[in-house]
């Protein structure tokens, strides 16, 4: 029980990552606040949580809204006087060529992953300070460590995350409080159906991703849930600030072997 007693905030619980980390939390024997924009996608996954005898109570906020940040971190304070973990996993991936990124798209997705980490932060941190302790862990991404053409706000308001967990970590390390991130590389959610349902070739799909995937495939939820629970531990004590990659080796690969399979690159014989 890594996790036992500990009061945890999650954000974006709705579905995929977020949804598996609020399950594990609460196996792990957290108290889960599983806070999620929709109230029916939230409260089965609580549901869900419940019935297999773990305790998580749902909140309906949107990140991107003050008001409803604000709400959230009431609401757990009310019940329980402390926030001990907030992971910051809500967000929204985008995928627009930049001339093409309005400054609505822009606004979209930075309020929700930069600006809803930072409000929720911000909320949470006076009560970590109240209680000289507390970790923050947000969810960020492989674009991180390299880009994709086509992902400037994603980009963008990830590598912000970034800085603002080394910011804030630096800032709360003689307070006991760690901030650190969570880089997952493809995981199986709603993003590998949507690259899958739009691949004109499933066959090529799959050939490219393993290519650029040393481990020859994506993640599973449950792995880069594992990985959070890891962090949020006090078996991570002595880890703040930094940007844990959970990737199977995809961010460790210069380029790809396929499709040449040329023996330099295998390591093979140069002669
Ligand atoms: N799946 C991947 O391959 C992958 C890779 C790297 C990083 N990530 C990151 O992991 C996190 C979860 O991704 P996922 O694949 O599970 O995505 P997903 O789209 O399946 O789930 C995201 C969740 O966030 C919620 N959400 C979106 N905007 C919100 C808002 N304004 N307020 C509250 N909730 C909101 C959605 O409703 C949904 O429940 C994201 O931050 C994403 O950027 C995912």
Excluded at 43 to 69: H, L, Q, R, T, Y
Excluded at 82 to 103: C, H, M, Q, S, Y
Excluded at 121 to 143: D, E, Q, W
Excluded at 150 to 165: C, E, H, Q, R, S
Aim: hydrophobic share 35%.
């Amino acid at each position: 029980m890594m996790l036992k007693d500990k009061i945890a905030v999650i954000t974006g619980t709705g579905r995929g990552i977020g949804k598996s980390i609020a399950k594990t939390f609460a196996k792990k024997g957290a108290m889960v606040y599983a806070s999620s924009r929709s109230r029916d996608n939230g409260e089965s996954v609580v549901n869900g949580i419940c019935a297999e005898g773990g305790k998580a109570v749902f909140i309906k906020c949107d990140v991107s809204k003050e008001d409803d940040v604000k709400r959230m971190v009431q609401q757990v304070i009310e019940k329980n006087g402390r926030i001990d973990i907030l992971v910051n996993n809500a967000g929204v991936n985008f995928v627009k060529p930049f001339e093409k990124t309005e400054p609505k798209d822009w606004d979209r997705v930075i309020n929700t992953d930069l600006r809803g980490t930072y409000l929720c932060s911000y909320y949470c941190i006076p009560h970590m300070i109240n209680a000289k302790k507390g970790c923050i862990l947000n969810i960020t991404t492989v674009h991180t460590k390299a880009c994709l053409p086509g992902a400037a706000p994603y980009d963008a308001g990830k590598w912000g995350i970034v800085g603002l967990t080394k910011s804030m970590a630096v800032e709360y390390a003689d307070r006991n409080i760690r901030v650190n991130a969570l880089s997952p590389g493809l995981i199986d959610t709603q993003i590998w159906d949507d690259i899958k349902n739009a691949a004109p070739n499933i066959e090529e799909c799959m050939k490219f991703w393993k290519s650029n995937i040393p481990m020859g495939r994506v993640g599973h939820p449950e792995e880069i849930a594992k990985t959070a629970v890891f962090l949020c531990s006090d078996d991570a004590s002595y880890i703040t600030g930094t940007n844990i990659l959970a990737d199977g080796g995809m961010t460790s690969q210069l380029i790809s072997r396929e499709p040449y399979k040329s023996s330099n690159l295998e390591g093979g014989d140069r002669k």
